[in-house]
């Protein structure tokens, strides 16, 4: 019998409804692989009760013949920003750690109400602030995959989302949730050989998610497969009266409208992401993609997107200057950390606690955040990068007068190793260069896996769509999906 | 309109005055600005906050629609431009009462832009004492929590359940000259507020606050440096502040010094202000477009349905006292000061027109003498407000009816009157009960003037003799011998005609 934890999403919820097995086997089955992963400090929290408890749930409806919510039977990891009712939720920070939510984000909640279980909380970058996960309060994720060749060097899994890149790589869920403010789902998906997409700004609420940056936070599932992309994303996405931005549209139904015929699609190609000193590798793979979604049945043209250089100089204004006010609630006043020394005042209270619960790249975030915005640079720095962010998606508006949708890299490199680039904010935040003009613009963009480096390292490809059109996305991933025939896995040393 | 005259006399000459208002009014909503919470006044500490107020991580905030509609009519109230777009910024800093380490407000886009207000100086002489202040601007925005620092020894305490209350700030520009000035433009925009149901005016209870700029220069010349002081809670402190402050002012100039600019406080029981901070450590509160709100986009059917809404105002309503019901400028100033007030004097003319089968205007000016002398008078002496007033506008109403028709003198209501304040019973059962109808019938009253006359011969003499003066005494003496039930004109009549 197959390895219930080599399913996929479609094929556990398939195979439950089958009777081919029960829920709790499924359940047990990534319980073990979690419990026996702990190498990998992919969760923060482990929740086997919660998935146990789901999956009960699920046998029983089951049997009592009632109706079963689209993800019923279906374990899954919940990245740590998302509030979990009564489960603890950090953000991977001190300063929330031991903080239990009494109330349930939306999206998780939808999840829930679909009938998924929580095999636990994913570790992340701090705050989601980070492309390593190298900034979690409770530890580096590992990758668990390592170079050919003999070299045991810890890689890193991406970020932010690095605890569920990591996870589902190594088979501890089917499936998770990711956030994505600069390319924090599709940075660690290419990092890990799996997929993700972040939907367009407004198709998931984003009340209950601990914010970063509230004009390019999105939530987002990741997956091995396409299919289970849309298959999540169907039910995480949808209006929600309390978040102002949300959007009040119907949700469509992803799964079902799944084609891999590009035949009348056009692809561009925008030349700015070509820059001298790509990567070889990564330019191959992206010349292969090209001529996959050609096989496809698209035709391909260039583009230009010319404000591409002045997208990632535009997000570390903005994204750090809303963090820095979006931040200013952890104060020690109410809940989370409070440091408190002898004798102190109120300044000298809110100095502790922020010093001992943020960690060094949240900080220089929140300052940089706090120099943009203050009186003499606001213009210079902030406003501009509005007018910037204006341009970038006006960029984008003409490119998607010639095409449908955008073929480029997601990530400049294949995963790098712990600690390699942590010494320098600028070369880390230089992996974010293919994935930030889409947030910027609230586009959905997804990442999809496209083969292995020379290293045996996972690589993959990014398409961008027009916004709300994440059918055509999911429909490009897919053609490239079946044409990759990307089956490779980390080989188990954890 | 008028200039101002009120000077202050330095020893370097005489000075003028500049002040500009900065209110804060909480709007009337049964809900905060952002989460829905409830709003109830005087409720236990942190019994009105919601996850959002309390700054839970992942809480978003959503416009509570009903807030910005208020503040739309207050604006079409005072004439304003009303912003079809408007945007919510973040205001940034620290302190224990402001859960989100910021406070949403509206600084770049406000939702309502200029308008103004016309106060009177002399409500006896309106027309020459007019004079037009103009409002920068209105804006929406949160409230704070509050801090509690005598509930422990070392510790402070903090209560949110004002935090997110929705406040309007309504900006005034520096148009006011003197405190008089000062004070009504803030009791004007009480009354506004008040008619138009967007704030109940509560100074004692801080819905309705001002921070009160003021500055001094010779006059003629360029406006001098200001201070600001915070938070004063009645009209009578906004004077008050602005005298001791203009003064404080110019006897620092006039000994050669500066004015700073800077925050003040006010001490109501020394009746002095206290530097409270400097423009150096002034925070930088780092505004910049709240990310989590979208734009405010207004349609015309919103904006319209927001001027079907509005009352007849105040100005409006007191030229129709004055023209159409042929109020003297003093009564119509004084009954359309308070909404509360014009709703219960129109309930009184509406009812008694009604009963006596008269107009509006036929009654209107006996009813407001009674209202504003006897009503007023009794209400004050047994400490209770128009609110709470024993005697309804329907029996007030009946009360004057009964003295139109005739059936009772003016005398004899004022003890029905008081028989109503004291029982509650309704004017016509007491007349009727206690046997208090005015008689006209002449035989009884002839009787009583042929017995007066005959009792007093000596002083039927003198009359008689000239002294015209006397003629009072017989009326009073007949009015007494009938217990003041004689038609007062009856008797006249019948007093004339026995002393013939």
Redesign the interface.
């Known amino acids: 019998m197959t390895d219930l934890t080599d399913l996929t999403v479609a094929e556990i919820r398939d195979g439950f409804r089958a009777g081919d097995f029960s829920a709790r086997e499924v359940a047990e089955g990534f319980n073990a692989n979690v419990a026996a992963a702990r190498a990998l400090n992919a969760f923060i929290v482990e929740t086997p009760d919660k998935a146990l408890e789901a999956a009960d749930a699920a046998d029983k409806a089951k049997a009592a013949g009632e109706t079963l919510g689209a993800l019923a039977g279906v374990p899954i990891g919940m990245k740590d920003l998302?509030?979990t009712e009564g489960t603890q939720?950090t953000?991977a920070s001190h300063m929330?750690e031991g903080?239990v939510?009494?109330?349930e984000?939306t999206v998780s909640g939808k999840l829930w109400a679909a009938g998924a279980g929580m095999l636990g909380k994913l570790n992340l970058d701090q705050f989601a602030m980070g492309s390593s996960n190298e900034t979690s309060y409770f530890g580096n994720v590992i990758s668990p995959w390592r170079r050919g060749g003999g070299d045991n060097a810890a890689l890193a899994p991406g970020g932010s989302s690095g605890g569920s890149s990591s996870a589902i790589s190594a088979r501890l869920c089917p499936a998770a949730t990711g956030t994505d403010t600069g390319g924090s789902i599709r940075q660690p998906a290419a990092f890990t050989g799996i997929s993700g997409i972040k939907p367009t700004y407004g198709r998931c609420s984003?009340?209950?998610?601990?914010?970063f940056?509230?004009?390019l936070d999105q939530a987002g599932p990741m997956a091995r497969t396409v299919r289970d992309n849309a298959i999540l994303l169907e039910v995480m996405s949808g209006f929600d009266?309390?978040?102002?931005?949300s959007l009040d549209l119907a949700v469509p139904q992803w799964e079902a409208g799944l084609s891999s015929d590009l035949r009348g699609k056009t692809v561009g190609i925008p030349k700015e992401y070509r820059p001298d000193g790509l990567n070889a590798e990564i330019s191959a793979m992206w010349d292969r993609g090209i001529a996959w979604l050609k096989d496809a049945g698209a035709e391909v043209v260039e583009v230009s997107l010319p404000h591409t250089k002045y997208a990632l100089p535009t997000y570390y204004i903005i994204a750090p200057?809303?963090a820095?006010?979006n931040?200013?609630?952890y104060?020690g006043?109410?809940?989370g950390q409070r440091d408190l020394p002898d004798g102190a005042g109120?300044?000298d209270m809110?100095a502790a606690t922020r010093a001992a619960g943020f960690g060094p790249e949240v900080k220089r975030r929140i300052m940089i955040g706090?120099y943009v915005?203050?009186?003499g640079f606001?213009d210079a720095y902030?406003t501009q990068a509005q007018k910037v962010r204006a341009l970038i998606a006006r960029d984008f508006e003409q490119a998607f007068e010639k095409c449908d949708l955008l073929l480029t890299p997601t990530a400049p490199s294949a995963s790098f190793a712990l600690g390699e680039k942590q010494a320098d904010p600028l070369a880390m935040y230089l992996n974010d260069v293919f994935t930030v003009p889409a947030s910027l613009a609230g586009l959905p963009a997804m990442a999809v896996p496209g083969g292995l480096d020379s290293a045996g390292l996972p690589i993959g490809l990014q398409i961008i769509g027009k916004a709300l059109d994440e059918q055509t996305v999911l429909n490009a991933s897919l053609a490239i999906e079946e044409r990759a025939g990307f089956t490779a896995r980390p080989e188990k040393w954890w | 309109m008028t200039e101002s005259t009120y000077r202050i006399q330095g020893a370097t000459g005489e000075w003028e005055v500049v002040i500009g208002l900065e209110v804060h009014a909480q709007v009337t909503s049964n809900a905060k600005l952002f989460s829905g919470a409830a709003t109830a006044f005087g409720a236990e500490p942190n019994t009105q906050v919601s996850l959002v107020d309390a700054a839970m991580p992942g809480m978003l905030p959503v416009p509570n629609m009903e807030c910005i509609r208020q503040a739309v009519r207050t604006g079409m109230a005072i004439d304003a431009q009303i912003n079809k777009w408007s945007r919510f910024d973040r205001k940034n800093y620290f302190y224990a009462d402001l859960p989100q380490g910021y406070q949403i407000s509206q600084l770049y886009h406000p939702i309502v832009g200029e308008g103004q207000i016309e106060i009177v100086l002399d409500e006896k002489n309106p027309d020459a004492s007019k004079k037009v202040i103009g409002v920068e601007r209105i804006h929406v925005e949160q409230d704070a929590g509050k801090l509690m620092h005598d509930q422990h020894p070392t510790s402070s305490y903090v209560d949110l359940n004002r935090s997110g209350v929705a406040l309007m700030e309504i900006v005034s520009k520096p148009d006011m000259r003197s405190p008089a000035e000062a004070g009504a433009y803030l009791s004007k925009l009480r009354t506004i507020l008040r008619y138009v149901g967007s704030c109940d005016g509560n100074m004692d209870q801080g819905s309705m606050r001002a921070d009160v700029n003021v500055s001094v220069r010779k006059p003629g010349e360029e406006f001098g440096t200001r201070t600001e002081t915070k938070n004063v809670n009645s009209v009578r402190f906004v004077m008050a502040v602005v005298e001791h402050e203009a003064n404080r002012q110019v006897d620092v100039l006039e000994a050669g010094g500066k004015i700073v600019q800077e925050t003040r406080l006010y001490d109501p029981d020394r009746n002095e202000t206290r530097s409270m901070r400097s423009k150096e450590d002034a925070h930088d509160y780092r505004y910049f477009p709240d990310p989590d709100l979208l734009p405010l986009e207004l349609d015309d059917a919103f904006l319209e349905a927001c001027r079907q809404s509005l009352p007849e105002l105040p100005d409006a309503k007191r030229a129709r006292y004055e023209g159409d019901l042929g109020l003297s400028a003093y009564n119509a100033a004084t009954l359309t000061a308070d909404a509360d007030t014009a709703r219960w004097f129109e309930a009184l003319l509406t009812e008694g027109a009604r009963i006596q089968k008269k107009s509006e205007g036929d009654v209107a000016k006996a009813s407001a003498n009674w209202l504003l002398s006897e009503l007023y008078g009794a209400l004050n002496r047994i400490g209770k407000s128009l609110e709470d007033s024993p005697v309804s506008p329907e029996e007030g109403a009946e009360l004057l009816a009964l003295v139109a028709d005739g059936t009772i003198s003016g005398t004899i209501a004022k003890q029905v009157f008081e028989i109503m304040l004291e029982t509650g019973e309704k004017p016509g059962r007491i007349v009727e009960e206690k046997g208090l109808k005015q008689t006209s019938d002449t035989g009884a009253i002839e009787a009583a003037v042929a017995k007066v006359l005959a009792d007093n011969g000596d002083k039927v003499e003198q009359y008689r003799g000239g002294k015209e003066a006397l003629f009072g005494f017989f009326v009073g003496q007949t009015m007494k011998a009938m217990q003041g039930k004689a038609n007062p004109q009856v008797v006249n009549e019948l007093v004339k005609k026995g002393l013939g």
């Open positions: 998302f509030c939720t953000a929330l903080f939510p009494t109330y984000s984003r009340w209950g998610i601990v914010a940056a509230s004009s009266p309390k978040d102002s931005t200057a809303e820095s006010s931040l200013a609630r104060d006043v109410r809940y109120l300044q809110y706090t915005l203050s009186a606001y902030y």
